[in-house]
T-cell receptor, first 117, second 116 residues
Framework: AQKITQTQPGMFVQEKEAVTLDCTYDTSDPSYGLFWYKQPSSGEMIFLIYQGSYDQQNATEGRYSLNFQKARKSANLVISASQLGDSAMYFCAMRGLSGAGSYQLTFGKGTKLSVIP | EAGVTQFPSHSVIEKGQTVTLRCDPISGHDNLYWYRRVMGKEIKFLLHFVKESKQDESGMPNNRFLAERTGGTYSTLKVQPAELEDSGVYFC??????????????FGQGTRLTVV
């Protein structure tokens, strides 16, 4: 079974500063994928970044980067130069294979990020 | 290109009533997923369609929940009869591939269901 742990229920960051959102995972599968999603107050889930378990380099997408430490089973999201629009819930998720042969996402509880002007 | 669309955005019903949620996936996406987030808990997988077939419904909580995907296009999730513990946000997602590689699942905005 897969498990995602996000230990920070809420985080504050000053505008223009960088912030790291923590995510640790547990799985027995050798092949897996890690995702980060953003959920603003409007409710939709917005895909931010993906890291495959065999990827040699950390994933980056604009101001988002994923600090992937495989041995420690962590996949922290780093947001550089925070903007007011970054205030939202952030979910870490892992793609795993269910017993029924279906790929599905396992989510953490989320971290609420608030950017302070 | 239109994204994943869910209807309604909010629904408030009384315990014992029936509610039907609808999801229109991105055109051409064979894979359609339903997830649910109950207040204060993680987002949980409910089921997965590949075209019109149920690939995996292991996350469906009980037989009060019925999901269909007519003709492999839009999907409905019916709750009958609704109970208080069914309150939460129901998300639909679609993808071309089975979330392998970098194929992310595109999510809708969710339906917030409140059972009173």
């Amino acid at each position: 079974a897969q498990k995602i742990t996000q230990t920070q229920p809420g985080m504050f960051v000053q505008e223009k500063e960088a912030v790291t959102l923590d995510c640790t995972y547990d799985t027995s599968d050798p092949s897996y994928g890690l995702f980060w999603y953003k959920q603003p107050s409007s409710g939709e889930m917005i895909f931010l970044i993906y890291q495959g378990s065999y990827d040699q380099q950390n994933a980056t997408e604009g101001r988002y980067s994923l600090n992937f430490q495989k041995a420690r089973k962590s996949a922290n999201l780093v947001i550089s130069a925070s903007q007011l629009g970054d205030s939202a819930m952030y979910f870490c998720a892992m793609r795993g294979l269910s017993g029924a042969g279906s790929y599905q996402l396992t989510f953490g509880k989320g971290t609420k990020l608030s950017v302070i002007p | 290109e239109a994204g994943v669309t869910q209807f309604p955005s909010h629904s408030v019903i009384e315990k014992g009533q029936t509610v039907t949620l609808r999801c229109d996936p991105i055109s051409g996406h064979d894979n359609l997923y339903w997830y649910r987030r109950v207040m204060g808990k993680e987002i949980k997988f409910l089921l997965h369609f590949v075209k019109e077939s149920k690939q995996d419904e292991s996350g469906m909580p009980n037989n009060r929940f019925l999901a269909e995907r007519t003709g492999g296009t839009y999907s409905t999730l019916k709750v009958q009869p609704a109970e208080l513990e069914d309150s939460g946000v129901y998300f639909c997602a679609s993808s071309q591939d089975r979330i392998r590689g970098g194929a992310e699942a595109f999510f809708g905005q969710g339906t917030r269901l409140t059972v009173v």
